[in-house]
């Protein structure tokens, strides 16, 4: 049960952060800050289906693997951006809390596919 809680937690925050890409002007001035200004659509479209790709995931576990592994991805690369530009913890906390979440994700359902 818990393992449904966070993955539905995991997606609705991806989906809800990747629209706040499209629409919010802190969200465009944090891109910019980043680096990925130009990749800001992509990166959003790429958080929103991820963050569908979680919820689909509960009834096809290999969809939960895969996305939750391109999660883990995204957000390593994300705590690599945030320290290349020097962010401190406090910015770079989320990142390393979703990469958390996302292996915890990963970890679960790589475990139902090889254990079945």
Do not use: H
């Not at 592994?69 to 770079?92: P, Q, S």
């Amino acid at each position: 049960m818990e393992e449904y809680i966070v993955i539905i937690f995991t997606s609705l925050s991806f989906i809800i952060y990747g629209y706040s890409s499209f629409i919010s002007r802190r969200m465009i001035s944090e891109y910019r800050r980043w680096g990925f200004l130009s990749q800001r659509k992509t990166i959003g479209s790429l958080q929103i289906a991820g963050g569908f790709g979680l919820i689909l995931g509960l009834k096809v576990n290999f969809l939960l693997l895969i996305t939750s592994i391109c999660f883990v991805i995204m957000m390593i690369f994300a705590i690599v951006v945030r320290i290349k530009i020097k962010d401190g913890i406090v910015e770079t906390l989320p990142a390393i809390t979703y990469l958390f979440l996302s292996i915890m994700i990963f970890y679960k359902s790589s475990e139902i596919i090889f254990n079945a």
